[in-house]
């Protein structure tokens, strides 16, 4: 299968569809044109005037005044990515930087950036080999585009930096000898056109939206499992009472709720309490209100990786080279800020789900094991859960607030949407770890019941028995939780 890079909307729903299957990408024969129409209407531009053009015969940041020689502009383009490879951290995923090469490709292919076809071709390559360019966490500030990271996605084109291919760690000249490429020469503009743009914060968010999108249908199941764990009342989720405060998100969990509940038979046991703790009857309104942070964020991302994003832009018709600032990060470091606090919402109600079923009320027993003193049971899962849940509330703080001066002044303002992106990946992690302890300890909690669960629930917990058991006294724990979070993954 293959994927045509054209002017097409490009939607998470595609891209999904696109990691699903594995597909290869494919210019279409019009990106093609757009790519070598605009690099040829540079080089003559660059010919034809005698006025410095920001970033093509000029330095860069601060340096934006000093001229460089024709003779040089191959050396200037070359410099700027070395120069600029200062990532530091943890490496980032690969299926992050896979996306990172899928959305490069989407903004050059657009015919306003002034690279070679054969530079656009060569990350093509990338992708469609499993060539992951070795990139650091750390050294992006989220406004004169993801600088840092980028320059490490770029280093192998020109034969330098590492590249993970098949397992193996190569450098960019050894990955060169074993695919029998040769390094790519930047022409004018193109080390800018590489390290300008904001895939590295585009990347993360998409693939983190990916994740939230999947995993915020299993919060809304994993309450239900746990609201009739508890025996809980169904009665908050009725239609009528979020028809008349309609924000979509609310809708739609509540509906969520009821269609995760058909047919229990726990829902329909008398109920000697009149109702339940917010954790279980707020669902909708919190559930939903990150639904709606969630979906907000979509459509931002969305317009994000269909833009261009380095500068300087190119504009043939107009015949102008425009320096501005579309590598901004601002839409997105909020966005992503936006959404670090909508995860861990989610995280911090289904650990108090967690803390109710453990309680030793409505019938079940202290901790969710049969001879509770002689077993600890789920007591120290909690603590697990709220552990992640604390450190999801110090990393909700919104990095897009600061900004530091670089480049002398010059970048005075600077979104920090990176450290948004890295630091929601770790809110997301932890929500996925909070969630799935929650579905271990809310199907236990409904093995003690008599009555069943909805058939729906009742199916995934059979499932779920399949690779961790019911507790009957204390054992090791911790492997279970992953098992746990791998059924969620899967699921």
């Given at each position: 299968?293959?994927?045509?890079?054209?002017?097409?909307?490009?939607?998470?729903?595609?891209?999904?569809?696109?990691?699903?299957?594995?597909?290869?990408?494919?210019?279409?024969?019009?990106?093609?044109?757009?790519?070598?129409?605009?690099?040829?209407?540079?080089?003559?531009?660059?010919?034809?005037?005698?006025?410095?053009?920001?970033?093509?015969?000029?330095?860069?940041?601060?340096?934006?005044?000093?001229?460089?020689?024709?003779?040089?502009?191959?050396?200037?383009?070359?410099?700027?990515?070395?120069?600029?490879?200062?990532?530091?951290?943890?490496?980032?995923?690969?299926?992050?930087?896979?996306?990172?090469?899928?959305?490069?490709?989407?903004?050059?292919?657009?015919?306003?950036?002034?690279?070679?076809?054969?530079?656009?071709?060569?990350?093509?390559?990338?992708?469609?080999?499993?060539?992951?360019?070795?990139?650091?966490?750390?050294?992006?500030?989220?406004?004169?585009?993801?600088?840092?990271?980028?320059?490490?996605?770029?280093?192998?084109?020109?034969?330098?930096?590492?590249?993970?291919?098949?397992?193996?760690?190569?450098?960019?000249?050894?990955?060169?000898?074993?695919?029998?490429?040769?390094?790519?020469?930047?022409?004018?503009?193109?080390?800018?056109?590489?390290?300008?743009?904001?895939?590295?914060?585009?990347?993360?968010?998409?693939?983190?939206?990916?994740?939230?999108?999947?995993?915020?249908?299993?919060?809304?199941?994993?309450?239900?499992?746990?609201?009739?764990?508890?025996?809980?009342?169904?009665?908050?989720?009725?239609?009528?009472?979020?028809?008349?405060?309609?924000?979509?998100?609310?809708?739609?969990?509540?509906?969520?709720?009821?269609?995760?509940?058909?047919?229990?038979?726990?829902?329909?046991?008398?109920?000697?309490?009149?109702?339940?703790?917010?954790?279980?009857?707020?669902?909708?309104?919190?559930?939903?209100?990150?639904?709606?942070?969630?979906?907000?964020?979509?459509?931002?991302?969305?317009?994000?990786?269909?833009?261009v994003t380095d500068n300087p832009t190119i504009f043939i018709e107009e015949d102008k080279v425009i320096s501005a600032g579309n590598f901004h990060g601002q839409p997105l470091?909020?966005?992503?800020?936006?959404?670090?606090?909508?995860?861990?919402?989610?995280?911090?109600?289904?650990?108090?789900?967690?803390?109710?079923?453990?309680?030793?009320?409505?019938?079940?027993?202290?901790?969710?094991?049969?001879?509770?003193?002689?077993?600890?049971?789920?007591?120290?899962?909690?603590?697990?859960?709220?552990?992640?849940?604390?450190?999801?509330?110090?990393?909700?703080?919104?990095?897009?607030?600061?900004?530091?001066?670089?480049?002398?002044?010059?970048?005075?303002?600077?979104?920090?949407?990176?450290?948004?992106?890295?630091?929601?990946?770790?809110?997301?992690?932890?929500?996925?770890?909070?969630?799935?302890?929650?579905?271990?300890?809310?199907?236990?909690?409904?093995?003690?019941?008599?009555?069943?669960?909805?058939?729906?629930?009742?199916?995934?917990?059979?499932?779920?028995?399949?690779?961790?058991?019911?507790?009957?006294?204390?054992?090791?724990?911790?492997?279970?939780?992953?098992?746990?979070?791998?059924?969620?993954?899967?699921?």
């Amino acid at each position: 299968m293959k994927h045509h890079i054209k002017s097409d909307f490009l939607s998470l729903e595609k891209i999904q569809e696109l990691i699903n299957s594995d597909a290869k990408l494919e210019l279409s024969e019009d990106s093609a044109q757009k790519i070598i129409a605009c690099r040829t209407y540079l080089d003559d531009k660059v010919k034809r005037t005698e006025r410095p053009i920001y970033g093509i015969n000029t330095g860069f940041g601060s340096l934006c005044d000093t001229e460089i020689s024709p003779e040089n502009l191959e050396q200037l383009q070359w410099n700027l990515v070395t120069s600029h490879a200062c990532g530091m951290g943890e490496e980032v995923p690969q299926e992050i930087v896979k996306l990172m090469l899928l959305l490069k490709v989407q903004g050059l292919s657009q015919g306003y950036s002034g690279v070679q076809l054969k530079t656009v071709q060569r990350l093509i390559d990338f992708y469609n080999e499993g060539v992951y360019p070795v990139i650091y966490e750390q050294g992006s500030l989220g406004a004169s585009g993801d600088l840092a990271p980028l320059a490490h996605l770029a280093l192998p084109l020109l034969g330098e930096g590492e590249v993970e291919f098949k397992g193996e760690r190569l450098s960019g000249a050894e990955l060169n000898a074993k695919m029998n490429w040769e390094p790519i020469v930047l022409q004018s503009k193109e080390g800018l056109a590489l390290l300008n743009g904001t895939q590295f914060m585009s990347a993360y968010g998409t693939h983190l939206l990916l994740r939230l999108h999947h995993l915020s249908t299993w919060c809304d199941t994993t309450a239900a499992a746990s609201l009739d764990a508890f025996d809980g009342r169904v009665e908050p989720f009725d239609h009528l009472v979020h028809q008349v405060r309609p924000h979509k998100g609310q809708l739609a969990t509540a509906k969520a709720m009821l269609a995760n509940l058909e047919g229990s038979e726990i829902v329909q046991r008398y109920k000697s309490h009149v109702q339940d703790a917010y954790c279980f009857r707020c669902v909708p309104q919190v559930h939903g209100a990150s639904k709606d942070a969630i979906q907000y964020a979509a459509q931002v991302v969305e317009t994000e990786i269909n833009s261009v994003t380095d500068n300087p832009t190119i504009f043939i018709e107009e015949d102008k080279v425009i320096s501005a600032g579309n590598f901004h990060g601002q839409p997105l470091a909020l966005v992503l800020d936006f959404l670090a606090i909508a995860a861990a919402e989610l995280t911090s109600i289904s650990e108090r789900r967690v803390y109710k079923l453990i309680s030793g009320t409505r019938g079940l027993p202290a901790f969710l094991v049969k001879k509770p003193g002689l077993n600890s049971g789920f007591m120290i899962a909690q603590y697990a859960a709220a552990s992640a849940v604390s450190q999801n509330k110090q990393l909700a703080t919104p990095a897009s607030v600061d900004t530091i001066d670089s480049s002398n002044g010059q970048e005075d303002h600077v979104s920090m949407g990176a450290n948004a992106a890295t630091k929601l990946k770790r809110v997301v992690d932890n929500l996925e770890k909070v969630v799935a302890v929650e579905w271990f300890t809310a199907c236990q909690g409904l093995d003690f019941r008599t009555e069943k669960s909805s058939p729906k629930i009742e199916g995934l917990k059979a499932e779920y028995r399949k690779i961790v058991p019911f507790i009957e006294e204390d054992l090791v724990m911790y492997p279970l939780m992953k098992k746990s979070i791998g059924f969620l993954r899967e699921h």
